[in-house]
């Protein structure tokens, strides 16, 4: 059962205009939202989170927006660049005996062309 | 910089080998955790542990195992490498917060 979910293997983004990578879930006990970035051969980056108590939160040319009615959150990015193409992981948190363990989506794959 | 290291960064190795993937972390985490990750997948955790002789298995069952002898290092080891391993292996560390740091990522190939 996948809790974490980003039914968009792949995304292609004009440079420029913005990107919207979306993500649901369906355990109501995630408490806290992140979204990683990674490129190949790499590890992911953290990129942006948010708080369940929150609905949007900003971080230059990066916004999360969190829906806790529709158990959905996307990432906005404006504008986008050709090093924003990669793959981006959304991740959700949940703290069981003092270990914050992440549940991670199957990913997106972004590509910004020129 | 990196503050999470993982080695090696590829490895391609024979069935039945025994392997040991390296994690060293220096920012003092108390918490490590072992992902596995397979093209096109997320990330499945497969091991965690909270501090010094703390280890647990995570949600998805691996035939791997590992130890916390020290705070900054969390080695994972297969017995008995098998084809069905072929994956590529991410370690990370946090602190009481949520943020996760990962290594670099082990590419791990059985032939």
């Known amino acids: 059962d996948q809790q974490v979910k980003q039914n968009s293997p792949s995304l292609s983004v004009q440079e420029g205009r913005i990107s919207i990578l979306n993500c649901d879930y369906t355990?109501?006990?995630?408490?806290?939202f992140l979204w990683y970035k990674k490129y190949p051969a790499e590890g992911p980056t953290f990129l942006i989170s948010i708080s369940s108590i929150k609905d949007k939160n900003e971080d230059g040319r990066f916004t999360v927006f969190l829906n806790k009615s529709a158990k959905h959150l996307s990432l906005h990015i404006v504008p986008s660049q050709p090093g924003d193409s990669a793959v981006y992981f959304c991740?959700?948190?949940?703290?069981?005996?003092?270990?914050?363990?992440?549940?991670f989506g199957q990913g997106t794959r972004l590509t910004i062309n020129p | 910089e990196a503050d999470i290291y993982q080695t090696p960064r590829y490895l391609v190795i024979g069935t039945g080998k025994k392997i040991t993937l390296e994690c060293s972390q220096t920012m003092g985490h108390d918490k490590m955790y072992w992902y596995q990750q397979d093209p096109g997948m997320e990330l499945h955790l497969i091991h965690y542990s909270y501090g010094v002789n703390s280890t647990e298995k995570g949600d998805l069952s691996s035939e791997s195992t590992v130890s916390r002898i020290r705070t900054e290092h969390f080695p994972l080891t297969l017995e008995s490498a098998r084809p069905s391993h072929t994956s590529q292996y991410l370690c990370a560390s946090s602190e009481q917060n949520y943020g996760y740091t990962f290594g670099s990522g082990t590419r791990l190939t059985v032939v």
């Open positions: 991740a959700a948190s949940w703290g069981i005996q003092g270990a914050q363990k992440l549940v």
């Open positions: 355990n109501s006990m995630f408490d806290y």
